[in-house]
């Protein structure tokens, strides 16, 4: 099993829609996450921090799940500027230094 | 700097060529990653740098990959006898500690012919 797993997509909502997306993580220990936005060419930017049970921020509701070992992300009344790829990241434990990056889902946003 | 700066943003190399990647991470920050980026695909890590010191280089694809940081600033990747595989988009990223925000140049992307 993949440390990080994502659903790839592409998911194609219309504006104004709620889309929802679920990362799982192998790690039990891990404790805080994150979540990544990409444009297409441009570098990985934060989009949110996942300390607790969960964190809201406008539009934006990162929600954890440790029992079940997954992350959520759910934006609600999407824009077109929301289309991108969100990267669930768990960041290290054990002996890792780094943080490990899921494969990413792509969201497009259509007018 | 204000943000993490990498150059060149495009590279192209023939196969066999030698190329230098360099990044200049965000002053006083004490971690810094080197992440390979194939298109349609995550981050993959390549080696971490807590300041001059390389502390995990396990993701480093083969011996033709070196890096190094010797001052605890600026970052250098290097890859010797370029291949095809080696295209990819290299991101190098820099944060205050390991498990902290991680902020990103804007990457190298590395067109090997």
């Known amino acids: 099993r993949k440390e990080v797993e994502q659903d790839p997509g592409p998911f194609n909502v219309p504006e104004g829609a709620t889309v929802a997306f679920n990362c799982t993580y192998s790690n039990s220990a891990s404790q805080s996450f994150f979540w990544y ?4 060419r441009k570098e990985p930017k934060l ?3 996942v300390y607790s049970s969960g964190n809201e921020d406008g539009r934006f509701t990162a929600q954890l799940n440790r029992a079940s070992q997954y992350i959520s992300l759910l934006i609600r009344d999407s824009k077109l500027s929301d289309s991108a790829t969100y990267l669930c ?3 290290p434990s054990g002996s890792a230094r780094q943080l490990t990056f899921g494969s990413g889902t792509q969201l497009t946003v259509l007018p | 700097g204000a943000g993490v700066s990498q150059s060149p943003r495009y590279k192209v190399a023939k196969r066999g060529q030698d190329v230098a990647l360099r990044c200049d991470p965000i002053s006083g920050h004490v971690s810094l990653f080197w992440y390979q980026q194939a298109l349609g695909q995550g981050p993959e890590f ?3 740098f807590q300041n001059e010191a390389q502390l995990d280089k396990s993701g480093l694809p083969s011996d033709r990959f070196f890096a190094e940081r010797p001052e605890g600033s600026v970052s250098t990747l290097k890859i010797q006898r370029t291949q095809q595989e080696d295209s990819a988009v290299y991101l190098c990223a820099s944060s205050l500690a390991p498990d902290s925000e991680a902020f990103f140049g804007q990457g190298t992307r590395l067109t090997v012919v």
Request: aromatic letters at 8%.
């Open chain 1, 37 to 40: 936005r990409q444009d297409c």
């Open chain 1, 47 to 49: 989009l949110m921090s």
């Open chain 2, 46 to 48: 390549l080696t971490y």
């Open chain 1, 89 to 91: 990241v768990v960041p």
